[in-house]
């Protein structure tokens, strides 16, 4: 069983940006596929970006894709999510996520276990 606290959340403006955290209680690479999620008010959670269980590879949404940038600290067991120009509709609750069973993570339904969520609220 693995833990997942994340960081990093808070309010920015427009075209700000934040830098997400997720530190896990153990180790995780090669063991887990790891990711974020995020879940807008009166939206379904859905996928953001992930890495496969290996850490070769890396998925991304295209809604965030060239704005967003997932990477990791295998030695501190940490996922970041960089977030760049950010928009109001990025405004979310961001989830690390974190999966053994499969290779790699983007669909809600895989996820094993989550963190407790993370505040991202972008005002106009």
């Known amino acids: 069983q693995v833990q997942l606290v994340e960081s990093g959340g808070g309010l920015v403006q427009t075209g700000g940006s934040l830098r997400l955290s997720c530190a896990a209680s153990?180790?995780?690479?090669?063991?887990?596929?790891m990711g974020w999620f995020r879940q807008a008010p009166g939206k379904e959670r859905e996928f953001v970006s992930s890495?496969?269980?290996?850490?070769?590879?890396?998925f991304t949404a295209n809604s965030v894709k060239g704005r967003f940038a997932i990477s990791r600290d295998n030695a501190l067991n940490t996922v970041y999510l960089q977030m760049n120009s950010l928009k109001p509709e990025d405004t979310a609750v961001y989830y690390c996520?974190?999966?053994?069973?499969?290779?790699?993570?983007?669909?809600?339904?895989?996820?094993?276990?989550w963190g407790q969520g993370t505040q991202v609220t972008v005002s106009s």
């Open positions: 996520a974190a999966d053994s069973k499969h290779t790699s993570l983007v669909v809600t339904k895989d996820v094993e276990y």
């Open positions: 153990g180790r995780t690479f090669g063991v887990y596929a």
């Open positions: 890495f496969t269980r290996s850490g070769a590879s890396t």
